[in-house]
């Protein structure tokens, strides 16, 4: 669950948003409302949110002045940054303050929604890189602390269970397109961390991984007289034949049709 804190000095735009993000949005807490940058600063110190929906234009403190005071204090904060205006000027000086969106106002219900879950999404994934460094740390402990073997072995073993975790699931989708990105949100870690423990895991990294995994698939398909290499190319996740025989070809030294010849052949 993210908190989240609504910021503008127009009542009726506080609502529509509190309306829009209560509804539309699963894993958001709305833990407040500020109708100036004065308070927005108040209310940040007091909750501590984790994204902030701020008016960029309210009398006294400006929204931009705002976040620079918020994120001054607390730079893990996201914000979405709300205009009237549509001025280069403002939007770069946002960005400077690291504002992670600018919506033009009046916000679209659907502008709006993909521009928060762009924001949890991202605080998702530092919040699986915290917890991913907090695993290597406890990993690195372990020459220093052999006290500690029995804590670390939990890691290792739950580390080992997403990468068989990971085979399985290429096993069972590698006639469609996956992704390093797909794989590593199937087990609720980062990219990253993923393709690091995977070489680790298999000596290979994520992708030549795929590519042997659908060669040698494809070797015993060509088993079968009856099939066509082009049925076989599809069959294994390739929609381009020429890429297919190029792919093969660099894997095996041969192309699908020379090694099927050799396989009657021989």
Do not use: H
């Not at 205006?85 to 679209?108: C, H, I, N, S, T």
């Not at 695993?135 to 068989?164: C, F, G, H, Q, T």
């Not at 795929?210 to 294994?236: G, Y």
């Amino acid at each position: 669950m993210y908190k989240l804190l609504i910021v503008d000095d127009e009542m009726l735009e506080r609502q529509a948003l509190r309306m829009i993000v209560s509804t539309k949005l699963k894993n958001i807490e709305i833990i407040g409302e500020a109708e100036n940058g004065r308070k927005a600063i108040q209310l940040a110190n007091q909750f501590a949110p984790n994204i902030i929906i701020m008016d960029i234009k309210m009398p006294g403190i400006t929204g931009i002045e705002a976040v620079k005071v918020i994120k001054d204090q607390q730079p893990d904060i996201k914000v979405i940054m709300l205009s009237a205006f549509d001025k280069f000027e403002y939007a770069r000086q946002v960005m400077q303050q690291g504002v992670k969106e600018y919506l033009l106002k009046p916000a679209r219900k659907d502008e709006l929604v993909a521009a928060v879950e762009r924001v949890i999404s991202e605080l998702n994934m530092e919040r699986r890189e915290k917890e991913e460094q907090e695993n290597l740390r406890k990993n690195l402990r372990l020459a220093i602390s052999p006290s500690e073997n029995e804590e670390v072995a939990w890691d290792l073993y739950y580390d080992d269970k997403k990468m068989k975790k990971i085979k399985d699931f290429i096993e069972e989708n590698f006639t469609k397109t996956i992704s390093l990105e797909d794989a590593a949100e199937y087990v609720g870690i980062s990219p990253f961390y993923l393709s690091k423990l995977f070489k680790e895991k298999f000596s290979v990294n994520f992708i030549d991984y795929i590519t042997q995994l659908r060669v040698n698939k494809a070797k015993d398909l060509m088993k079968n007289p009856e099939s066509s290499l082009k049925e076989i190319c599809f069959n294994v996740g390739y929609k381009d034949p020429n890429y297919f025989s190029r792919v093969f070809k660099k894997t095996t030294g041969y192309s699908p049709s020379e090694y099927r010849k050799r396989l009657f052949i021989g």
